[in-house]
Antibody, heavy 120, light 108 residues
Framework: QLQLQESGPGLVKPSETLSLTCTVSGGSIDGSSFYWGWIRQPPGKGLEWIANIFYSGSTDYQSSLKSRVTISVDTTKNQFSLKLTSVTAADTAVYYC????????????WGRGTLVTVSS | SYVLTQPPSLLVAPGQTATFTCGGSNIGTVSVHWYQQKTGQAPVMVVYDDSARPSGIPERFSGSNSGNTATLTISRVEAGDEADYYCQVWDSSSDHVVFGGGTKLTVL
């Protein structure tokens, strides 16, 4: 069974770039079985999908975040990453990485999540 | 973009049935998935493709989907079912994963 683990700074200053990495174990990220994605949850609020990527590099982005978000995959390290630029306090959230099955798309496995706080 | 509407809260006594709704325009034409999130934990899928159960999910969890409403039902509710429940679809018109706002289940 796939296991996913987020890593990255827990504190980011306003206007800077949030960078997170998800390490996948128990399976290969360059197979054709899954999309890889990021989902976030502000404290006390609901889930918000951020982006998906297929191992080939095909991407989908949340429209409201598209101008600030980049998702990428590194098949050599079995990892995928998220970059969110120009962060504000509104970007404070628990960030989850996930594997998504398709046809139709659903979230099969979640990382444990990592809290990122935007504060000076 | 596609919007999924869930009531914010649901109160149910132990042993009774909890019925969660997820409203969306013609939601019956797409597959709906449901996730359970206990406090401080990552979500876990409890129903996929409207009514299928992942391995390890009790038969007490069931789902249906028709018209403008999808439904998750938990029979014989237990204290351990207390959690937030989210519905989710794939909006093919925008290529977006869409979550409902979530319903908090309180077991009385």
């Amino acid at each position: 069974q796939l296991q996913l683990q987020e890593s990255g700074p827990g504190l980011v200053k306003p206007s800077e770039t949030l960078s997170l990495t998800c390490t996948v174990s128990g399976g290969s990220i360059d197979g054709s079985s899954f999309y890889w994605g990021w989902i976030r949850q502000p404290p006390g609020k609901g889930l918000e999908w951020i982006a998906n990527i297929f191992y080939s590099g095909s991407t989908d982005y949340q429209s409201s975040l598209k101008s600030r978000v980049t998702i990428s995959v590194d098949t050599t390290k079995n990892q995928f990453s998220l970059k969110l630029t120009s962060v504000t306090a509104a970007d404070t959230a628990v960030y989850y990485c996930a594997s998504l099955s398709f046809t139709p798309i659903r979230v099969d496995s979640w990382g444990r999540g990592t809290l990122v706080t935007v504060s000076s | 973009s596609y919007v999924l509407t869930q009531p914010p809260s649901l109160l149910v006594a132990p042993g009774q049935t909890a019925t969660f709704t997820c409203g969306g325009s013609n939601i019956g034409t797409v597959s709906v998935h449901w996730y359970q999130q206990k406090t401080g934990q990552a979500p876990v899928m409890v129903v996929y493709d409207d009514s299928a159960r992942p391995s390890g999910i009790p038969e007490r969890f069931s789902g249906s989907n028709s018209g403008n409403t999808a439904t998750l039902t938990i029979s014989r509710v237990e204290a351990g079912d207390e959690a937030d429940y989210y519905c989710q679809v794939w909006d093919s018109s925008s290529d977006h994963v869409v979550f409902g706002g979530g319903t908090k289940l309180t077991v009385l």
